[in-house]
């Protein structure tokens, strides 16, 4: 089974913090995505990579940057937390064969 | 800019099948129809896809009427853990950073 693991369950952070979120597949996928799930809002599309060092901005950039050194692991990045950002956040890896996503459990990050 | 349509909610007996239905009218020729499920508090699940042909998996049936406007999802044999909102995505497989875009879904309570 793919594994699709994210570095916290909860996170509690300040404004103005600089906030590290981890996300590591275990499937050798090509794809990576973040996304941030919000009430009324649906999934949007922050990053994705499609190979290490590769990215692209998705539809909500603003405010993130990422990483992607290794295959398996694509981090996110708030370079100052702010109480907009406060919300789910959800790491996928996508196979290259059927192009089915898979995701994380997801982070809840709120910003006071 | 909703590419598909599902009820808001419905209601299914735990043990009988749940037809699960989605209006898709204006699919692409080269567009696949994807089911996901969200449990409450955790990520998106991959379920099953198809271009036009009728699919089946361990998990699910997938139903594409013949003019692909249209398709249900079948769970066969509903259990209280199918509780879950489910969503149905239209999408080109293959392109990078291909997103996965949420409607608003439909709510499935299983009940006893």
């Known amino acids: 089974d793919v594994k699709v693991t994210q570095s916290s369950r909860y996170l509690v952070k300040r404004t103005g913090e600089k906030v590290f979120l981890e996300c590591v597949q275990d499937?050798?996928?090509?794809?990576m995505f973040w996304y941030r799930q919000d009430p009324g809002l649906g999934l949007r599309l922050i990053y994705f990579?499609?190979?290490?060092?590769?990215?692209e901005k998705g539809d909500i950039p603003e405010g993130y940057s990422v990483s992607r050194e290794k295959k398996e692991r694509f981090s996110l990045i708030l370079e100052s937390a702010s109480t907009n950002q406060t919300s789910m956040y959800l790491c996928?890896?996508?196979?290259?064969?059927?192009?089915?996503?898979?995701f994380g459990p997801g982070t809840r990050l709120t910003v006071t | 800019d909703a590419k598909t349509t599902q009820p808001p909610s419905m209601d299914c007996a735990e043990g009988r099948a749940a037809n699960l239905p989605c209006n898709h009218s204006?699919?692409?020729?080269?567009?696949?129809v994807y089911w996901y499920r969200q449990i409450h508090s955790q990520g998106p699940q991959y379920i099953i896809h198809?271009?036009?042909n009728n699919e089946t998996n361990e998990m699910a049936s997938l139903i594409i009427t013949e003019d692909r406007k249209s398709s249900t999802l079948i769970l066969p044999h509903a259990t209280l853990r199918d509780t879950a909102v489910y969503y149905c995505?239209?999408?080109?497989?293959?392109?990078?950073?291909?997103?996965?875009?949420f409607g608003g879904g439909t709510r499935v309570l299983v009940k006893p």
């Open positions: 995505i239209v999408r080109v497989a293959g392109a990078a950073g291909n997103k996965l875009t």
């Open positions: 990579s499609y190979d290490v060092k590769m990215k």
């Open positions: 198809g271009l036009k």
């Open positions: 204006t699919i692409s020729g080269n567009e696949y």
């Open positions: 499937m050798d996928h090509e794809n």
């Open positions: 996928a890896s996508e196979e290259g064969l059927r192009y089915e996503q898979y």
